[in-house]
């Protein structure tokens, strides 16, 4: 059970440009959490290829069960970067959402004649 609030904040805060460490002394916690955060993502996508290919029925169902939990710390770890300001989720303007949701139509469907032939269609 997590203890934190577990609501991401939407938006980005402007700040100041991020530029490259130029030593180790310069690492800081969004940096290391980032690593943290890209580590457990290709850990969990790593582990879902690997169970796929396992024979043993055992090791595969531990490997596969051992996924959920990679992916409950990857939102645990992207909560911390979030309400830190580390991992910002970008927001579309309402202008931008209507656009989008306006930009695509339906498709109308094509009347099939009857079959003529009584033959059928493969």
Same mark, same amino acid.
Not at 61 to 75: L, P
Not at 99 to 108: A, C, E, F, I
């Given at each position: 059970?997590?203890?934190?609030?577990?609501?991401?904040?939407?938006?980005?805060?402007?700040? *100041?440009?991020?530029?490259? &460490?130029? +030593?180790?002394?310069?690492?800081? =916690?969004?940096?290391?959490?980032?690593?943290?955060?890209?580590?457990?993502?290709?850990?969990?996508?790593?582990?879902?290829? +690997?169970?796929?290919?396992?024979? &043993?029925?055992?090791?595969?169902?531990?490997?596969? =069960? +051992?996924? +959920? =939990?990679?992916?409950?710390?990857?939102?645990?770890?992207?909560?911390? *970067?979030?309400? &830190? *300001?580390?991992?910002?989720?970008?927001?579309?303007?309402? *202008? =931008?959402?209507?656009?989008?949701?306006?930009?695509?139509?339906?498709?109308?469907?094509?009347?099939?004649?009857? &079959?003529?032939?009584?033959?059928?269609?493969?």
């Amino acid at each position: 059970m997590m203890k934190q609030d577990n609501g991401a904040t939407y938006g980005i805060q402007p700040s *100041q440009p991020k530029k490259p &460490n130029s +030593s180790v002394t310069e690492t800081k =916690d969004a940096g290391l959490s980032a690593y943290m955060l890209g580590l457990i993502k290709s850990t969990a996508g790593l582990l879902s290829v +690997s169970a796929l290919e396992m024979t &043993n029925p055992v090791l595969r169902r531990v490997v596969a =069960d +051992s996924v +959920s =939990d990679f992916i409950e710390m990857g939102y645990e770890i992207f909560l911390y *970067q979030n309400q &830190n *300001q580390y991992y910002q989720v970008p927001t579309l303007s309402p *202008q =931008d959402a209507a656009t989008m949701l306006n930009s695509y139509t339906t498709v109308p469907v094509p009347v099939m004649p009857p &079959n003529q032939n009584n033959q059928q269609v493969h």
